[in-house]
């Protein structure tokens, strides 16, 4: 029970710093004390291992070259049965 308690904790932890930080664009929300809030807004400017991590996630997201593009490769939406029969054929 502790092990599921802390993964919960932390993903919420994590949502929150991240709504405060991001989302809020570092608007204080009513919850959180101001002493906490100038806190966390420093952690994402000085903090080397989250610039390191942020870093990293972000050449993650656009595959490894910050220079490249990568074409998306799913596209919503379905083909029909002749869409379908025509592909297989070519």
Excluded: C
């Excluded at 993903?11 to 806190?39: C, N, Q, S």
């Excluded at 993650?60 to 074409?71: H, M, P, Q, T």
């Excluded at 939406?77 to 054929?89: E, F, L, P, R, Y």
């Amino acid at each position: 029970m502790r092990r599921e308690f802390d993964r919960r904790a932390g993903t919420r932890l994590r949502d929150m710093f991240y709504t405060v930080t991001k989302k809020m664009k570092g608007a204080r929300p009513i919850w959180i004390t101001e002493d906490v809030h100038k806190e966390m807004m420093s952690i994402p400017d000085s903090d080397d291992t989250h610039k390191k991590r942020s870093a990293q996630n972000r050449r993650n997201r656009r595959g490894g070259n910050l220079d490249s593009v990568i074409e998306p490769t799913h596209f919503q939406g379905s083909a029909s049965a002749i869409q379908h029969a025509k592909k297989m054929v070519s």
